[in-house]
């Protein structure tokens, strides 16, 4: 296990398509997030999921935004209509339930033509 | 609402110099706060958190709940050091919420 792994590390694609990004956390870490980065910003917090329970989502998480964990392993954040606005770097993160650490993906950058 | 403040977006220290990286946060309960730091080319990891209270790499970072600061410091830079540095809050909830992030630079 070589920690969180996200794919596709690239994402090009044209204002109006749908793209999904997949999230594989480290095993039995059973908390997971999505963060979202843009240019000189830190991550900004998305949605998280206990196992396969999404128990939190952000307002930044527009109703273009999916996110689920199916069988509380890997995540998929899919965007439907895709704009220029969500060209960002988008971060998955993982932490066993008893700690206080999150382990970070390298994360997938989108870029919205 | 919580709120991180780093104030300066870069830094640049020369090798062997003392290092201070600011952060300021808002919150009105009892927060978790971290440092996370990002090497060129690397993915985003912790350095250290303030409950461990421990030196990780040389650095350390005391929570100042009088002055909601929270700043990281080392007092002999090495090159290695350079890097982004963020400071983060967790607020009792799941949530990280980030400031913007120093760029340090450690000069030769």
């Known amino acids: 296990d070589t920690g969180v792994s996200q794919d596709p590390r690239h994402k090009i694609t044209k204002r109006g398509q749908n793209v999904t990004f997949r999230c594989d956390p480290i095993?039995?870490?059973?908390?997971l997030y999505w963060y979202r980065q843009t240019l000189g910003q830190g991550p900004e917090f998305l949605t998280y999921f206990q196992n396969e329970a999404q128990l939190e989502k952000s307002r930044l998480l527009s109703d273009r935004f999916s996110a689920e964990r199916p069988k509380g392993s890997f995540s998929t954040l899919e965007i439907q209509r895709t704009e220029q606005g969500d060209s960002a770097m988008y971060l998955c993160?993982?932490?066993?339930?008893?700690?206080?650490?999150?382990?970070f993906g390298p994360g997938t950058r989108l870029t919205v033509l | 609402a919580q709120r991180v403040t780093q104030p300066e977006k870069l830094l640049s220290v020369f090798k062997g110099a003392p290092v201070e990286l600011k952060c300021n946060y808002s919150?009105?309960?009892?927060?978790?706060l971290f440092w996370y730091v990002q090497y060129s080319r690397q993915r985003l990891q912790l350095l250290l958190r303030?409950?461990s209270r421990e030196s990780i790499k040389g650095f350390t970072a005391d929570l100042n709940k009088g002055e909601t600061s929270f700043h990281l410091k080392k007092p002999f830079a090495q090159e290695e050091d350079s890097a982004m540095y963020y400071c983060a809050l967790s607020g009792g909830n799941e949530k990280l919420t980030f400031g913007t992030g120093t760029r340090l630079t450690i000069i030769p």
């Open positions: 993160a993982s932490r066993f339930l008893a700690g206080n650490e999150q382990f």
């Open positions: 303030h409950i």
């Open positions: 919150y009105s309960g009892s927060p978790e």
């Open positions: 095993s039995e870490h059973n908390r």
